[in-house]
């Protein structure tokens, strides 16, 4: 992508049209952005998300009351799985065990869930010649997103996803 004469790190959402019926019209629209799922919300973090469409079956919280260690495993009643856990120096980690979507439905969450395009669209139009959430590999069965203190990757196996995200000083 250029913008302003530079070049700018691109992300391809691969797919064809689809021929839709809407309010008595007919007409054809691009299926890279379509998702059997429910929309995410504005601001909305993942595990809110799958809190709200799917519900909770079950949390397991080990975290230490003492210690800045911190640990928790929701369980989602469509057999969604995250597990988050963080320490001192403000490290942590998060996986996201999801059956049944595709990566290009994986993406589209993490693409919205941390805001992505829209941090992207303010960063370049306030100059910024350096854009740190750029995809570094986007292949048919992974995605890795780096950022300046970590990187999110999204990689699919046997029909289920899985997204971690790994961050830290």
């Known amino acids: 992508m250029k913008h302003n004469q530079r070049s700018l790190p691109g992300i391809s959402i691969f797919g064809g049209f689809v021929k839709i019926h809407y309010k008595g019209m007919e007409g054809f629209i ?5 998702s059997r799922l429910a929309p995410l919300h504005d601001q909305e973090s993942l595990d809110d998300y799958f809190g709200r469409v799917f519900g909770q079956l079950q949390t397991i919280d ?3 009351p003492d210690s800045e260690y911190r640990f928790k495993r929701i369980f989602y009643k469509t057999g969604i799985v995250s597990e ?5 120096e403000n490290w942590f980690t998060h996986l996201y065990f999801i059956p049944g979507i595709s990566l290009k439905e994986a993406y ?3 693409n919205k869930a941390t805001g992505f395009e829209r941090n992207y669209k303010r960063q370049i139009s306030e100059g910024s010649t350096y854009f740190d959430q750029r995809p570094e590999k986007f292949a048919p069965d992974e995605i890795v997103i780096g950022y300046e203190l ?3 990757t999204i990689r699919v196996d046997h029909g289920h996803v899985f997204i971690l995200s790994e961050f830290g000083n």
């Not at 691009?30 to 379509?34: K, S, V």
């Not at 988050?84 to 001192?88: Q, R, T, V």
């Open 62 to 64: 080990r975290s230490k």
């Open 30 to 34: 691009f299926d890279g952005f379509l």
């Open 108 to 110: 589209l969450l993490i």
């Open 150 to 152: 970590g990187q999110q």
């Open 84 to 88: 988050f856990e963080g320490g001192p």
